[in-house]
């Protein structure tokens, strides 16, 4: 009995470790940022799949099915890259492309719950 009981508790700390280690992929890590920011058709087609307008490239799927959770949880599952990258994006869509980030900011945080998080710990300007 002890023995199975010891067992359960292993798998028990085996599957909470797993939870709490969970990170998002950096498969995408190196996707060169600045190309898609700085190339009007690549921007337009990453912000037409972020609004359910166009088809996905496998990247921007990848950050489209994470991008809830991500705000929901303080990007706790953020590599450094990507809170990086993050940060990058969106000086850029707020200083460029305000229109871009206003829909993106309503779709995806329509009561700006999120983003006054997200600026303060990016130190950025919202």
Not at 44 to 70: I, Q, T, V, W
Request: overall charge neutral.
């Amino acid at each position: 009995m002890r023995s199975y009981v010891l067992l359960c508790a292993i798998i028990f700390l085996n599957i909470l470790h797993c939870f709490c280690n969970e990170k998002y992929t950096t498969a995408f890590d190196n996707v060169n940022v600045e190309e898609i920011l700085s190339s009007e058709r690549l921007l337009n087609n990453y912000f037409k799949c972020m609004m359910d307008r166009g088809s996905c490239p496998p990247d921007a799927a990848e950050l489209k099915r994470n991008l809830p959770d991500a705000l929901q949880t303080d990007c706790s599952k953020c590599s450094e890259k990507q809170k990086e990258v993050s940060k990058q994006i969106v000086k850029f869509l707020i200083e460029k492309k305000p229109n871009m980030w206003k829909e993106l900011q309503e779709k995806y945080d329509p009561e700006q719950v999120y983003i006054k998080k997200f600026a303060q710990h990016l130190d950025i300007k919202v």
